[in-house]
């Protein structure tokens, strides 16, 4: 039986993070002038948009981004054409949208009655793209906890739990003061984990990969972890925090990662 089930990772999909096209959503319209659309989308902090012909009309032609309106000399709106615009379906799995924003800003979606809304790198910050990364963390945790507590003997565990967090060392100390029956490796946060499990035999090559592609591979992973797990902290700005934003190119990469990670992990040691 398996320790993670691949079907929770497809719990969410593109839909639950879309902008839905409509009366609600901030147009540019083939009819303004372009510094006027550059105003409109800098007014309301606004990256991309959606292009129509003609104001309040519904029928999309494209979209444009802010930054390709303020580097146009043409008075003329300049923008993407539907044609040459990526569309998936609104039940496409994040995997899917992942890979479509690591090549293009936005992503149009489409359901039973054609175009419904649409996907821009800033939506990667919603609830369900949180969610998405926050089940994908916790699995990780979960196979490199159960890898540990299998594998490795207990007293490096405990030398990692003296090592690791000084809060966590001191609820192990206290469990243990209270005679409480508990498994050290649970208190172990992800960084510990990520390198005490390089002590189970055969680990490089289990994943066919070296100690130096495993750190850098699960560098940025501990920056990812410590930002999903607090909603107050951008994914994909560092307006509120100091640390680099995480672009979807980085994770698609993160999520793909994790998941492979999981799969080889559970098929060598797990099953």
Known sequence: MRLIDPKIFRTFIAGHVQTKLGSGVTYVSLSESRLSAVEKLTLQNFDFAPVVTKPRDTNVVGWVSLR????STSEQIVFNSLSNSIIISRESSFTDLLSHLAKTPFVFLAGDDGLQGFIVPSDLDKHAARSHFYLLACGLELVLSELCASQINSQKIIQAIEQGDEKQHKRYLLAISK??????????????LLRLVSNVPNFYSSLNINQSQWQMDTRRLIALRNVIMH????????????????????LAMHAHFIELTIEKLTEKYLL
């Open 68 to 71: 390709q309106l303020q580097q």
């Open 179 to 192: 005679g409480i029956d508990t498994s050290p490796v649970s208190y172990l946060y992800l960084q510990s």
């Open 231 to 250: 909603n107050n902290l951008s994914l994909t700005s560092n307006e509120d925090h100091d640390k680099e934003p995480f672009s979807p190119e980085e």
